[in-house]
């Protein structure tokens, strides 16, 4: 089955600093990668998402990019505020959310 | 639209017993999928129900189980508890199974 890799387990940035985290799968088969930002006790929520038809999409300070050769995709978060303090889930799947395989997540702490 | 409800929000059993998670899914999606996250295990798939089938199943017990009714409402049943069954259960639904998943705020079982 899918086997999804992501680090860092945590990350901590200065407000205003970049931050990327990165993620690997393992079936060449996937073709859908969301990213979900997970506030304490609270649901999931989808920040952005990519298909493997796509190398790259952008939404504001949120960036995806995706290597299928290397089986590798990176969010990439800018200009980073206090607010985008959350654990951040990677995932693979194939058709689109039929059944997705997570990432361990990443605990982004942004320092004021 | 009236997001992905789940009832109850938080529940505690005692070993042994079995218990009955509800999944309402935002108004006209299909799919429902239920995920267990846990510290230790992360976000992991149990299974996935599209018009009343189950479609995809991940690799837990068979003490795990689902369904899904006519009106797109799921629900899952854990029989036997045991405490490591202790977990966020989360559900997600999607139009058909090939688009984004919304997550649901989750039920919170504690297995005493």
């Known amino acids: 089955g899918e086997n999804v890799e992501q680090h860092p387990s945590t990350l901590s940035v200065q407000e205003g600093d970049s931050a990327v985290i990165k993620c690997t799968y393992s079936?060449?088969?996937?073709?859908?990668f969301p990213w979900y930002k997970q506030e304490l006790g609270k649901r999931p929520q989808l920040i952005i998402d990519?298909?493997?038809?796509?190398g790259e999409k952008k939404d504001q300070r949120i960036a995806v990019t995706l290597n299928k050769t290397a089986k590798h995709f990176s969010l990439h978060i800018t200009e980073t505020q206090p607010e985008d303090s959350a654990v951040y889930f990677c995932?693979?799947?194939?058709?689109?959310?039929?059944?997705?395989?997570f990432g361990g997540g990443t605990r982004l702490m942004v320092k004021p | 639209k009236a997001g992905v409800t789940q009832t109850p929000r938080y529940l505690i059993k005692t070993r042994g017993q079995q218990v009955t998670l509800s999944c309402s899914p935002i108004?006209?999606?299909?799919?429902v999928s239920w995920y267990q996250q846990t510290p230790g295990q992360g976000l992991q798939f149990l299974f996935e129900y599209f018009s009343e089938t189950q479609r995809n199943k991940g690799n837990f017990p068979g003490r795990f189980s689902g369904r899904q009714f006519s009106n797109s409402r799921s629900e899952m049943n854990v029989s036997t508890l045991e405490l490591g069954d202790s977990a966020l259960y989360l559900c997600a639904s999607s139009s058909s199974g090939a688009d984004t998943q919304y997550f649901g705020p989750g039920t919170r079982l504690t297995v005493l």
């Open positions: 079936d060449s088969a996937s073709n859908y």
């Open positions: 995932a693979a799947g194939r058709n689109a959310g039929n059944m997705l395989t």
């Open positions: 990519i298909r493997s038809n796509v």
């Open positions: 108004s006209g999606h299909r799919s």
